[in-house]
């Protein structure tokens, strides 16, 4: 399974991307499974989680200012520790 990639980009980067113009999604606290049936690349504005991959791919914890990379079938567990609000691409 490929492993959860995160980094912290230069804004000229993410606007490169097209980042700022993606849809927001937005969580409260909360602990929750998800799978990624489709790839996802993820830019955090607020907030903090730990995404916990079941199998072999390691836990990250992912903050505001991140990018992060979600591979298509990873199957997670999401702590939202303090109120998320993301960008988001699927595909």
Avoid: N
């Avoid at 993410?14 to 996802?40: A, N, Q, R």
Wanted: aromatic share 10%; hydrophobic share 35%.
């Amino acid at each position: 399974m490929e492993e959860i990639q995160v980094e912290r980009p230069e804004r000229a980067k993410l606007e490169e991307m097209g980042v700022f113009s993606w849809p927001i999604w937005e969580s409260e606290p909360k602990t929750f499974d998800w799978s990624y049936g489709e790839p996802e690349v993820c830019y955090l504005l607020e907030g903090r989680a730990h995404v916990e991959p079941k199998g072999e791919a390691k836990p990250v914890d992912i903050a505001a200012g991140d990018l992060v990379r979600f591979p298509q079938g990873m199957d997670c567990t999401w702590a939202v520790t303090e109120a998320v609000r993301k960008h988001y691409r699927l595909g």
